[in-house]
């Protein structure tokens, strides 16, 4: 196996599947030729046809895992690319995906390049995978002080797998001031009587608990007991963009044609968060 290929799964997949939390996702897209997926990926289609990021996006996952049609991995990264192309930040993720970790398209350089695009969009995960990138130094120069911007970002963000690398770090004694600044301090001031730091002391720092006492989220998923289906979300989703579409002048809204908006991720960021919200659920 190619080398990159391979240091970009360990990062990419196994990594991650150690840090992610163990609950299952509400519902998943996966391969499916019956005539439902097929209807609901032609629904999906003629939803891109209008160039709403969302649908692009969608149709990006759908040639991905062969739903409702035949997998094809060059018309996946076509629809992620034009997504992407107008700060979608899912879209910039599944992008990076592409060059990290599909043989095809490996590009270490571009796929580091749109996790930050990512990430400085609200992309968590993205800079989860930054910090792990720049902390681990396999697929570029290892650069702790990368590691400690995206990892402190991507705890800000609430990202539970970044809390769980900082934890690896911390047992593992990396966990210093001089190399993680930012996650160190934020460490020392989530203690129950953090001590004032002195600069003298700052050189060498090192967290010293045994555990870190992250702070419980208010907003704790709950696991339902009957998850909605894959294609009761499409429903529900497809039915949202067309009873809500963009403004008729100017193609504005979460249309990429026209652009009249002045700032286009602002102008669209109501419909960004509910394809967030779906890929939570379908992911």
């Known amino acids: ?163 769980r690398y900082a934890n690896f770090l911390h047992q593992s004694g990396e966990l210093t001031y001089q190399d993680y600044p930012k996650v160190s301090t934020m460490i020392a001031l989530l203690r129950e009587e953090a001590k004032p730091i002195t600069l003298a002391e700052k050189t060498d720092l090192m967290v010293e608990e045994t555990k870190i006492n992250w702070p419980e989220e208010s907003n704790i998923e709950v696991l339902q007991v009957s998850a909605p289906s894959v294609e009761a979300i499409f429903d529900h989703e497809l039915a949202y963009l067309t009873m809500n579409p963009p403004v008729s002048q100017g193609s504005t809204g979460t249309r990429i044609i026209g652009r009249s908006c002045a700032d286009m991720l602002a102008c669209g960021s109501p419909s960004k968060e509910d394809f967030e919200r779906l890929i939570k659920q379908l992911w």
């Not at 970790?101 to 590009?107: K, Q, S, T, V």
């Not at 930054?130 to 963000?157: F, H, P, R, V």
Request: net charge positive; proline share 1%.
């Open 1 to 163: 196996m190619n080398k990159c290929k391979m240091l970009a799964l360990t990062l990419v997949v196994v990594t991650s599947a150690m840090l992610m939390p163990t609950t299952a996702q509400a519902a998943k897209i996966e391969a499916c030729m019956k005539q439902e997926c097929i209807e609901y990926f032609n629904k999906w289609k003629k939803m891109s046809y209008r160039k709403y990021n969302t649908a692009l996006s969608v149709m990006g996952e759908l040639y991905y895992q062969g739903y409702g049609t035949e997998k094809n991995l060059d018309k996946s990264f076509k629809y992620f690319k034009k997504a992407a192309k107008y700060k979608f930040s899912y879209a910039e993720y599944r992008t990076a995906l592409f060059y990290l970790a599909e043989e095809e398209y490996l590009d270490t350089d571009r796929g580091i390049k749109y996790l930050k695009r990512a990430a400085r969009n609200g992309h968590t995960e993205s800079a989860f995978l930054l910090a792990l990138t720049y902390g681990s130094g396999e697929l570029t120069d290892k650069d702790n002080e990368e590691s400690d911007k995206w990892l402190d970002k991507a705890i800000q963000g609430k990202n539970s797998q970044s809390k």
